[in-house]
C-alpha cells in the first residue's frame, strides 16, 4: 500500500467528518454540476445536473465536489452555507475579479504560482504572464470544484479539487509568454512539476470576498474518466496534520467500536 496515498485517504476521511459534523446544508444559485461516483464503490467521477442538495451534501462530505459556474461566464454562481456558527458564501469568478484594483488577483495567482516551482519574475516576464493570463488562461481558474468546507484554527477551510498535475497548464503559458517578449534574455524557463488550484472567492459572516487559491495538492483517489480532472486535492495537509488526522481516525474509530 502506497504510504503517502494511504496517509492522504485518512485525512480526507477525518476532514469530511469534521465537515459533515459542523457544516449545515449547503445550497447553490446559478450555474452548477456536481461531480460524484459514477456508481457506489467506483474511483470514476461523473457529473450531474442540475445541483440538488443531496448531492451536493454528498459531495461535499468527501465522495467528490461542487463545480460553481463555468468558465467565468456571469453571473457569478453562488454556494451558501453555515459551517458552525458562521455564514459562508462560496463564488465562481468573472473578469472583473482578476482585473481590480489594477489586475491585483491576476498578478499574486502569476507570482504565487511561480514562486512554487522556485521561480522569481522579473517586471517584463511578470507583465507578459499577466497578460496572457487575462487573454484566456482566467476562464480556466475561475470555476472552482468545491471538495469540502469546515473550520478550523484559522477560520474557514475551503478545499479544491484540480489536477494534481498541472504543469501544462504553466508551460503552456511560459511556451506563449517567451514567444511573446522580444528576445531571449527574459525567457523563462519550463517547469518539471506543478501544481496550481482554481480560484474561489469565500466571504464569512458577510464580510469582504477573499480569494482562496493553492499550489500544492494531494492525491483524491478518484478522477474523471480521462484520469486526471479532480485528481488532486488543494492544498496538500501538512506532515504534522497528516498525523494528527490520523491519531483523530483512530480516535473516532475506537470511540465508536466502544459504543457498540
Excluded at 161 to 166: K, M, Q, S, T
Excluded at 220 to 240: H, I, Q
Aim: charged letters at 10%; proline letters at 4%; hydrophobic letters at 40%.
Amino acid at each position: 500500500m502506497n504510504l503517502l496515498s494511504s496517509k492522504t485517504r485518512i485525512a480526507l476521511a477525518v476532514l469530511a467528518m469534521t465537515a459533515s459534523a459542523s457544516a449545515n446544508a449547503f445550497t447553490a444559485s446559478g450555474t452548477c454540476q456536481t461531480w460524484l461516483p459514477s456508481a457506489p464503490g467506483s474511483s470514476v467521477l461523473v457529473s450531474k445536473t442540475p445541483c440538488s442538495d443531496a448531492d451536493i451534501t454528498a459531495a461535499l462530505s468527501g465522495a467528490g465536489n461542487v463545480e460553481l459556474g463555468k468558465f467565468g461566464v456571469g453571473p457569478a454562481t453562488t454556494l451558501t452555507g453555515t459551517v458552525g456558527s458562521s455564514s459562508v458564501v462560496l463564488s465562481s469568478l468573472i473578469f472583473t475579479d482578476w482585473t481590480a484594483n489594477t489586475n491585483a488577483l491576476a498578478k499574486s495567482y502569476i507570482t504565487g504560482a511561480f514562486a512554487s516551482v522556485g521561480q522569481t519574475l522579473n517586471t517584463t516576464q511578470e507583465d507578459a504572464l499577466v497578460g496572457l493570463l487575462l487573454v484566456d488562461g482566467w476562464k480556466l481558474l475561475s470555476d472552482p470544484n468545491v471538495s469540502s468546507v469546515h473550520s478550523s484554527a484559522a477560520g474557514i477551510r475551503v478545499s479544491l479539487d484540480g489536477l494534481y498535475d498541472a504543469t501544462d497548464f504553466l508551460n503552456g503559458l511560459i511556451g506563449v509568454a517567451n514567444a511573446a517578449i522580444p528576445g531571449t534574455t527574459d525567457d523563462l524557463s519550463p517547469v518539471s512539476f506543478a501544481q496550481a488550484s482554481e480560484v474561489v472567492k469565500l466571504s464569512v459572516d458577510g464580510g469582504p470576498g477573499q480569494y482562496v487559491y493553492y499550489f500544492t495538492a494531494s492525491r483524491t483517489g478518484y478522477a474523471t474518466a480521462d484520469g486526471r480532472s479532480y485528481s488532486g486535492v488543494y492544498p496538500a495537509p501538512e506532515p504534522e496534520s497528516l498525523a494528527l488526522l490520523g491519531i483523530g481516525l483512530v480516535g473516532l474509530l475506537l470511540g465508536r467500536r466502544r459504543r457498540v
